[in-house]
């Protein structure tokens, strides 16, 4: 039995440990493709755009990667959580995040924005797989704030005020930020050169809270303090 439970651990730190490796990869191979692709500006052109072109599948393969990396992490947090309420509701929101990532990489955006180049200046999707690629975006811009916010409320219960202060932060500071960019991306003088930035700062806070969070759980069961949340 006690070998069972030691098995079980081992599985649950492994799929924790996909958590806190997600994230960092999907940041560095989209600011190492940004920073290398022909006629790419990073400042203003939203990372969905890498997937565009014969390059394009390294990132659409960055979005799926890191979405399936998250689905197992899901799993592990979980399991280290043993079902309880504000856990559940929890990881189904991390869980949503990890499907928008699939879709966003299954769905390629449309030459929005100004990239390409050579392709007319367009504020929307204008095909299918454009406009699914948007609606599964969206699960990722909305589920991360929401799933920081619950996380919030799950810290306050077990006592751990400084989680609970940090992932209020962090959502609100995701909303903040999205909204800047959605003011970036619809051309807005003062915030259209900035756009592509505001979308990286969004997506880093939201991510760096996943890593953070993984390693947070990632510690023995008997060192988390016990609770219905």
Known sequence: MEELKKDNDIITKALLLCGAIACPLFILVFLIEGATRANYNPLRHPI???SIGDQGWMQAANFIVTGLLLVAFTIGLRRRLKFTTKGVKGTVLIGL????????GIFTTDAVYGYPEDKPLVLAQ???HGHLHDLFSILVFACLPSACFVFRRR????GEQGWATYSG???????VFFTLTSMGFKQLPGFADFAGVFQRLTITIGWVWIT??????????QKRPTSNY
């Open 97 to 104: 995040v990890a499907l928008g990532l699939i879709g966003a």
């Open 48 to 50: 969905s755009s890498l």
């Open 126 to 128: 204008y095909t299918i």
């Open 169 to 175: 932060i962090s959502g609100i500071a995701m909303i």
């Open 212 to 221: 953070l969070l993984a390693l947070h759980f990632y510690a023995p069961v």
């Open 155 to 158: 810290f306050i219960a077990t």
